[in-house]
């Protein structure tokens, strides 16, 4: 410690010590509830630097994330709290949050999803329909150059932007049909290749 950072630690406890002695003096008659008051603030001082250092782990416990095996080929999806899977793919470079929706036939894009992936939505050509829960919606057909779910990568994957009210992604059976295996247990979707 140099002494330029003693002299100011010194100053610092000086200034701790005249607001402390200010208020024990103030409050004399009351020196037990001052205590209690003290530590109350000073626990919850202490909880919230302890809950900031631990952020990191409280959240992954919270909300998992996919993992990867070491060689991966296998993939762990956890179960989110509305009780679907959703899983982060990197399409033509650019990271897209997936719902895997076993009942959709294709990959899924909304309009949304098109433009952030660098389509536009506006120049595709609407030739097909889908049936969903929300009634008959067109579809274009689009080509991704690449679709990666960590070291896995296609290349020209169909896919479909839908031009109706859907407000996540959807990861369809034509993509999950790449995988040798699908399997639901303890939480997690295992996508092995």
Not at 29 to 54: D, E, P, S
């Given at each position: 410690?140099?002494?330029?950072?003693?002299?100011?630690?010194?100053?610092?406890?000086?200034?701790?010590?005249?607001?402390?002695?200010?208020?024990?003096?103030?409050?004399?008659?009351?020196?037990?509830?001052?205590?209690?008051?003290?530590?109350?603030?000073?626990?919850?001082?202490?909880?919230?630097?302890?809950?900031?250092?631990?952020?990191?782990?409280?959240?992954?416990?919270?909300?998992?994330?996919?993992?990867?095996?070491?060689?991966?080929?296998?993939?762990?999806?956890?179960?989110?709290?509305?009780?679907?899977?959703?899983?982060?793919?990197?399409?033509?470079?650019?990271?897209?949050?997936?719902?895997?929706?076993?009942?959709?036939?294709?990959?899924?894009?909304?309009?949304?999803?098109?433009?952030?992936?660098?389509?536009?939505?506006?120049?595709?050509?609407?030739?097909?329909?889908?049936?969903?829960?929300?009634?008959?919606?067109?579809?274009?057909?689009?080509?991704?150059?690449?679709?990666?779910?960590?070291?896995?990568?296609?290349?020209?994957v169909r896919a479909m932007v839908n031009d109706g009210e859907l407000f996540t992604p959807l990861l369809g059976m034509s993509?999950?049909?790449?995988?040798?295996?699908?399997?639901?247990?303890?939480?997690?979707?295992?996508?092995?290749?």
């Amino acid at each position: 410690m140099s002494g330029i950072d003693f002299g100011q630690l010194t100053y610092l406890l000086l200034l701790l010590l005249v607001v402390a002695g200010y208020f024990f003096v103030s409050n004399r008659n009351r020196v037990g509830q001052m205590a209690r008051h003290a530590l109350l603030w000073a626990l919850i001082f202490v909880g919230v630097i302890a809950g900031i250092g631990m952020w990191d782990s409280v959240r992954s416990t919270l909300t998992p994330a996919q993992s990867l095996s070491e060689d991966g080929t296998r993939i762990s999806i956890p179960q989110s709290a509305d009780g679907h899977y959703y899983v982060t793919l990197e399409v033509d470079g650019t990271a897209q949050s997936f719902l895997i929706d076993t009942g959709a036939t294709d990959i899924v894009l909304t309009r949304e999803a098109a433009k952030h992936i660098g389509i536009d939505p506006d120049a595709l050509v609407y030739s097909g329909s889908a049936g969903t829960a929300n009634g008959m919606v067109r579809t274009a057909p689009v080509t991704l150059d690449t679709v990666s779910l960590g070291p896995v990568s296609d290349r020209n994957v169909r896919a479909m932007v839908n031009d109706g009210e859907l407000f996540t992604p959807l990861l369809g059976m034509s993509y999950l049909n790449r995988y040798a295996k699908i399997e639901i247990s303890n939480g997690a979707m295992i996508l092995v290749r």
